[in-house]
């Protein structure tokens, strides 16, 4: 059998890679599309073509997307068994699938995992999760769409997820979570960066970019004045 794999992020596509070549499954294709969906600026009234457009400048620097979106346009999904999108519970992850979901109108299977840990998967668990990967239902894609077009318009609005739906938050929402954990006059923020943000990206996804800005935004508008 044959799948391709879709993720959200250059470190799960790197890690679900290792994974395959370890078990000889070099057939597989792993794409990274490298979505920045939590804080995404999507303006309304924008086509299809626009949407896409966005899409693709919305994506990482450091990732050649331009050339993913090329290849999966080229690519005749019928070569494949199985289109796995891979996501997690976060806001970020979920829109990403949505967004597949919207564009390619191929049958879809889903896996939620975290691939952004740095172990691969053992060939045990690669293969348990593959053979029990959800197919999503036309019920399930329709669902998926109305959502993704719902939030159409939300430029740069923060979105979490609460009570298993996607909301937007304020910047002010995320500033609030930074203060509550550094304090107005922390001795530091390095430590936040490097001790306190995988706490935030467990729990919301948050993009690393993303708060580092948050925390400059804070010592500009002198919310923060750290000692060192």
């Known amino acids: 059998m044959k799948f391709l794999h879709l993720t959200s992020s250059s470190a799960a596509a790197d890690n679900l890679k290792r994974t395959?070549?370890?078990?000889?499954?070099?057939?597989?294709e792993v794409l990274?599309?490298?979505?920045?969906?939590?804080?995404d600026a999507l303006p309304?009234?924008?086509s299809e073509a626009e949407i896409k457009r966005c899409v693709e400048m919305a994506h990482s620097k450091y990732s050649p997307t331009e050339a993913v979106f090329e290849r999966l346009d080229d690519m005749d999904f019928a070569d494949f068994d199985k289109v796995i999108v891979w996501h997690t519970n976060h806001a970020?992850?979920?829109?990403?699938?949505y967004f597949i979901c919207?564009?390619?109108?191929?049958p879809l299977y889903r896996i939620e995992k975290d691939l952004s840990q740095s172990k691969p998967l053992s060939f045990d668990e690669y293969k348990h999760l593959v053979a029990n990967a959800k197919l999503i239902t036309a019920q399930e894609?329709?669902?998926?769409?109305?959502?993704?077009?719902?939030?159409?318009g939300t430029d740069g609005k923060t979105k979490i997820v609460e009570d298993g739906k996607i909301v937007c938050k304020s910047k002010d929402f995320v500033k609030s979570l930074i203060l509550d954990e550094l304090g107005p006059k922390p001795e530091s923020v390095y430590p936040f960066v490097g001790k306190v943000y995988p706490k935030f990206h467990k729990r919301f996804g948050f993009d690393f970019a993303y708060i580092e800005m948050m925390i400059f935004e804070l010592i500009q508008d002198e919310e923060i004045?750290?000692?060192?």
């Open 32 to 39: 990274a599309l490298d979505y920045a969906f939590d804080v």
């Open 44 to 46: 309304a009234d924008l």
């Open 225 to 228: 004045v750290p000692s060192d």
């Open 92 to 97: 970020q992850s979920l829109l990403f699938m």
């Open 141 to 152: 894609r329709e669902l998926f769409v109305e959502t993704y077009d719902s939030l159409i």
């Open 102 to 106: 919207k564009t390619y109108n191929t």
């Open 20 to 28: 395959c070549f370890n078990i000889a499954r070099q057939r597989d």
